[in-house]
């Protein structure tokens, strides 16, 4: 099974460009990846939770995956969202294997809450469906057991686990789970605005972390990185106060926040995204006002 071989730096996960008739924009998504991989990311995660995967028919998915994978072009590996109902997992894995991805990140099952072994059930079908590996993702309706999470990594498709659940005993006890199966197996943050998290899941083996600061703002996203990686408790220490506190805190106001903040972050930078879809909704005047002034104050901040 080939392994997903990121770069160093953070895991950028770019937001949906959407046209002014709601459509999926292409060009601007293909645009902002680009830039993004610029910047230098270890991966790029494409149609998952912040662009948006609840909200994307079939074809849209496809489009996505297109022109991200043309956004990336070949220099750091991309990773395509795949879940919801078994069926529509499916046909996402077979098109993301059919336009290039290097993975799947294993979203939850849609609505229902099965039973463990049903879980396992769940990602076997993903398997036999694709070659691609597959990056199981541990929230939600798909949170699993250590336990299952060792029967997991028994699965040679199975590449690593992102733990969105945020329970750190759990997490210290899957990734034990993962050492005691013996393969090289990736282990992930993926705790919304995962800066603020990232020090405990450091502290238990788990050296990797979604940004999705990264998609709106990479040079506040990379300080935080460089600090991270070297041990720069001072410099985590100003951006988590003086960016990423506050940041949760406004984003922490609505549901659906941690996507509509990054999509109003790049259109205050001039990156022409659209807004969410429904169910979701845009932060209004006041708010964006707000998220200016951070977005400002975290670029001086990492200038330091």
């Given at each position: 099974m080939a392994d997903i071989l990121f770069a160093d730096g953070v895991l950028f996960f770019p937001v949906t460009a959407f046209d002014e008739a709601g459509g999926v924009d292409a060009a601007t998504t293909e645009r902002h990846v680009a830039a993004g991989v610029a910047a230098g990311p270890g991966g790029v995660f494409a149609a998952c939770g912040t662009g948006e995967f609840h909200a994307l028919a079939l074809d849209e998915y496809e489009t996505v995956l297109r022109a991200t994978i043309a956004g990336a072009a070949g220099r750091v590996p991309v990773v395509a969202g795949a879940g919801g109902q078994l069926g529509h997992a499916i046909a996402c894995a077979r098109i993301a294997e059919r336009q290039g991805a290097d993975g799947l990140l294993v979203l939850p099952p849609y609505l229902v809450?099965?039973?463990?072994?049903?879980?396992?059930?769940?990602?076997?079908?993903?398997?036999?469906?694709?070659?691609?590996?597959?990056?199981?993702?541990?929230?939600?309706?798909?949170?699993?057991?250590?336990e299952t999470a060792a029967a997991?990594?028994?699965?040679?498709?199975?590449?690593?686990?992102?733990?969105?659940?945020?329970?750190?005993?759990?997490?210290?006890q899957i990734v034990l789970a993962g050492a005691r199966s013996g393969r090289d197996l990736l282990f992930f943050n993926g705790l919304l605005t995962a800066e603020l998290s990232q020090a405990a899941y450091r502290g238990i083996g788990v050296p990797l972390y979604s940004s999705a600061v990264f998609a709106m703002?990479?040079?506040?996203?990379?300080?935080?990185?460089?600090?991270?990686?070297?041990?720069?408790?001072?410099?985590?220490?100003?951006?988590?106060?003086?960016?990423?506190?506050?940041?949760?805190?406004?984003r922490d106001e609505s549901p659906g926040f941690a996507v509509a903040l990054i999509k109003a972050g790049l259109r205050l930078a001039g990156v022409p995204v659209g807004g969410v879809r429904p169910p979701l909704t845009d932060p209004d005047a006041a708010q964006t006002a707000r998220l200016a002034a951070l977005i400002e104050r975290g670029h001086r901040l990492a200038a330091r």
């Amino acid at each position: 099974m080939a392994d997903i071989l990121f770069a160093d730096g953070v895991l950028f996960f770019p937001v949906t460009a959407f046209d002014e008739a709601g459509g999926v924009d292409a060009a601007t998504t293909e645009r902002h990846v680009a830039a993004g991989v610029a910047a230098g990311p270890g991966g790029v995660f494409a149609a998952c939770g912040t662009g948006e995967f609840h909200a994307l028919a079939l074809d849209e998915y496809e489009t996505v995956l297109r022109a991200t994978i043309a956004g990336a072009a070949g220099r750091v590996p991309v990773v395509a969202g795949a879940g919801g109902q078994l069926g529509h997992a499916i046909a996402c894995a077979r098109i993301a294997e059919r336009q290039g991805a290097d993975g799947l990140l294993v979203l939850p099952p849609y609505l229902v809450e099965g039973t463990q072994a049903g879980l396992l059930r769940y990602v076997e079908a993903l398997a036999a469906a694709t070659e691609l590996p597959l990056i199981v993702y541990h929230r939600g309706s798909g949170r699993v057991t250590p336990e299952t999470a060792a029967a997991l990594f028994r699965m040679p498709q199975v590449a690593g686990l992102k733990d969105g659940v945020g329970d750190i005993a759990v997490a210290q006890q899957i990734v034990l789970a993962g050492a005691r199966s013996g393969r090289d197996l990736l282990f992930f943050n993926g705790l919304l605005t995962a800066e603020l998290s990232q020090a405990a899941y450091r502290g238990i083996g788990v050296p990797l972390y979604s940004s999705a600061v990264f998609a709106m703002a990479p040079e506040i996203a990379n300080a935080f990185y460089r600090a991270d990686r070297a041990g720069d408790d001072e410099g985590r220490r100003l951006l988590l106060d003086g960016f990423y506190d506050p940041f949760v805190r406004l984003r922490d106001e609505s549901p659906g926040f941690a996507v509509a903040l990054i999509k109003a972050g790049l259109r205050l930078a001039g990156v022409p995204v659209g807004g969410v879809r429904p169910p979701l909704t845009d932060p209004d005047a006041a708010q964006t006002a707000r998220l200016a002034a951070l977005i400002e104050r975290g670029h001086r901040l990492a200038a330091r």
